[in-house]
Nanobody, 119 residues
Framework: QVQLVESGGGLVQAGGSLRLSCAAS????????MGWFRQAPGKEREFVAS????????YYADSVKGRFTISGDNAKNTVYLQMNSLQPKDAAVYYC????????????WGQGTQVTVSS
């Protein structure tokens, strides 16, 4: 069984920064990529950023480009999300996910960590 555990969420003022972490535990696995998603109240879950381990290629939603940075360690199945210049619209529950069976879908998800941004 694989578990993904997020940490680092909290309350921050607009313009501030937070760094989210996601660590895997349980049986070992090799992932194609890991990513971050978020879900605000009343909205659907949306893609934020991902990192493909092959070539360490990163992808970002347009809404966070230039402000968020994803990084990680493939060997440890650990991924981070550095979030700068946070805005109230970034407030959401942030989820970590891992793609194992196919690079086209995420197989494992964390429970989420809350990010609140005050204006």
């Amino acid at each position: 069984q694989v578990q993904l555990v997020e940490s680092g969420g909290g309350l921050v003022q607009a313009g501030g920064s937070l760094r989210l972490s996601c660590a895997a535990s349980g049986r070992s696995f090799t992932s194609y990529l890991m990513g971050w998603f978020r879900q605000a109240p009343g909205k659907e879950r949306e893609f934020v950023a991902s990192i493909r381990w092959s070539g360490k290629t990163t992808y970002y939603a347009d809404s966070v480009k230039g402000r968020f940075t994803i990084s990680g360690d493939n060997a440890k199945n650990t991924v981070y999300l550095q979030m700068n210049s946070l805005q109230p619209k970034d407030a959401a529950v942030y989820y970590c996910a891992a793609s194992v069976k196919s690079p086209k879908a995420y197989d494992y998800w964390g429970q989420g960590t809350q990010v609140t941004v005050s204006s």
